[in-house]
């Protein structure tokens, strides 16, 4: 049907990092979360591409989701971000990041708020709805991400984010 | 698909009253629009609604909008607000008005966002993206508004929303 699935906040924990290493979390009464959670889905989603990584999201702040990114980075996948400038100041860290490591970054600059929040996978699978990629947004806020495999759609979208990736060239 | 289509804002007028009487405009030089809108296919979608219109929205401030759900108000379709409460003590008017005619709203009381920017159209249609319903949203910033059919994805959708009515009761 084009919906791959949806995800929708607040998760109760975080995701334990411990998860990532062979092994798994040791920690005694570790309060993170071992399970999958949205956020582990999200990020798993994200951590699928092996092409290209088209991100256009108001907010960028969450360490967990930047470096998904960073990795993919590092494994050759090519990335494009667009985010806001009012939020890419105060963020600082996540948007330097990309910045230092050579991802294309490009801001709005405009007194008007670029408040989308999606990506584009591969062309392939799209991530979109309420959820700025922060950690208030992971564990606060309710919030949605849909999961979208619909070609049309994704098309409607690419088509955006090349238009605004034109728009906001320095 | 599942999909009915995508609106994309901002767009560069606000859409002119007068369309809404018969005659139309009669302004020479108006600066509003004539032409179909993303806001006019926007509320067009709304103004559809027959029975049942869930709304479970950020912020609510713009009046074409909450026209459009007054009307449905008043021709006997069953509407439910869920907003939050951070957002309707400054904008006053809109969840106001909602209220003053009968309409109920529920607002998240905690200090984190009820941030979706959804509803559902007689449990048929999914209007859902990055768009609060205000003004500044529509002329001003880059959103999207994704128009969904798929049965899967508003079922998923519909849970969400009678949860959160129920956590949100006084
Ligand atoms: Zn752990
Ligand atoms: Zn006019």
């Known amino acids: 049907s084009g919906v791959v699935e949806t995800l929708f906040f607040p998760d109760s924990k975080l995701p334990c990092r ?16 071992h399970e999958p959670t949205s956020l582990t889905r999200f990020l798993a989603h994200l951590a699928a591409a092996t092409r290209h990584l088209d991100i256009c ?3 960028i702040t ?3 989701i930047s470096d998904v990114v960073l990795d993919l980075h590092r494994k050759g996948v090519k990335i494009r971000v667009i985010t806001d400038n009012d939020q890419a100041q105060t963020q600082g860290s996540d948007i330097d990041k990309f ?36 950690r ?3 564990t606060g806020n309710n919030e949605n991400v849909t999961v979208m495999s619909d070609a049309r759609l994704i098309s409607a979208f ?6 605004l990736w034109e728009a906001f060239k320095q």
Chains 1, 2 share one sequence.
């Open 18 to 33: 411990n998860m990532r290493k062979p092994g798994g979390c040791r920690r005694p009464h570790c309060e993170f979360a």
């Open 99 to 134: 910045r230092a490591v050579g991802i294309p970054v490009r801001q709005d600059r405009s007194p008007a708020h670029m408040h989308h929040k999606f990506a584009i996978i591969d062309g392939r699978v799209l991530l979109n709805g309420s959820f700025n990629w922060t």
């Open 62 to 64: 969450n360490d967990d």
């Open 136 to 138: 208030q947004a992971v």
């Open 158 to 163: 690419q088509t955006q984010f090349n238009k």
């Open 57 to 59: 999201v108001f907010t």
